[in-house]
T-cell receptor
């Protein structure tokens, strides 16, 4: 069974600094995808970044980058130059390739607070 | 980009009544939609996978007779909470799979529906 672990219930960062949110995963699949979503207090799930298990380079999307260490089964999210609007819950998720429905398994999330 | 809407965004009902939540993919067809439930300060838990034209697949522990799912068209899936009770109060979120999307963005999430059962 798949499992996503986010060990940081809460994180604090000063505005304009970088922050790393941890995510480790467990799967027996060779082909899988890793995702990070942001959920502000409004509740909507905002897709941030994706990393495929066969991608050799770390994914980047603007201020977001994913530090993918396959051997360690970790997929940490790095947010550079934090902004006040980055304060939100952040969820790491994994999708396997088995079957045709591509279900997502989510971690418990990390609540990020950006201080001015 | 792909947009998924949910209606209503918020609903308050009395115990014992049924509530229907709609999930629509606005600019793409979705043969597969997913329904999640999220309790306060917790993660998203997949309830069921909704496939257009066929019965939904429920996750273990989810009562199919209580949470009725209908996916009658390629752009609409509905979740009906039957005989709702206070313990059903939660945030319900749907997502839709874009068949033409790649690995990264094939699931688009709706804004969620907050259900409160009195």
């Amino acid at each position: 069974a798949q499992k996503i672990t986010q060990t940081q219930p809460g994180m604090f960062v000063q505005e304009k600094e970088a922050v790393t949110l941890d995510c480790t995963y467990d799967t027996s699949d060779q082909s899988y995808g890793l995702f990070w979503y942001k959920q502000p207090s409004s509740g909507e799930m905002i897709f941030l970044i994706y990393q495929g298990s066969y991608d050799e380079q770390n994914a980047t999307e603007g201020r977001y980058s994913l530090n993918f260490q396959k051997a360690r089964k970790s997929a940490n999210l790095v947010i550079s130059a934090s902004q006040l609007g980055d304060s939100a819950m952040y969820f790491c998720a994994m999708r396997d390739s088995q079957g045709s429905n591509y279900k997502l398994t989510f971690g418990k999330g990390t609540l990020l607070t950006v201080n001015p | 980009g792909a947009v998924v809407s949910q209606h209503p965004s918020r609903v308050i009902c009395k115990s014992g009544t049924s509530v229907k939540i709609e999930c629509r993919s606005l600019d793409f067809q979705a043969t597969t939609m997913f329904w999640y439930r999220q309790f306060p300060k917790q993660s998203l838990m997949l309830m069921a996978t909704s496939n257009e034209g066929s019965k939904a697949t429920y996750e273990q522990g989810v009562e199919k007779d209580k949470f009725l799912i209908n996916h009658a068209s390629l752009t609409l899936s509905t979740l009906t909470v039957t005989s709702a009770h206070p313990e059903d109060s939660s945030f319900y979120i749907c997502s839709a799979k874009n068949e033409r999307g790649g690995w990264a963005d094939t699931q688009y999430f709706g804004p969620g529906t907050r259900l409160t059962v009195l």
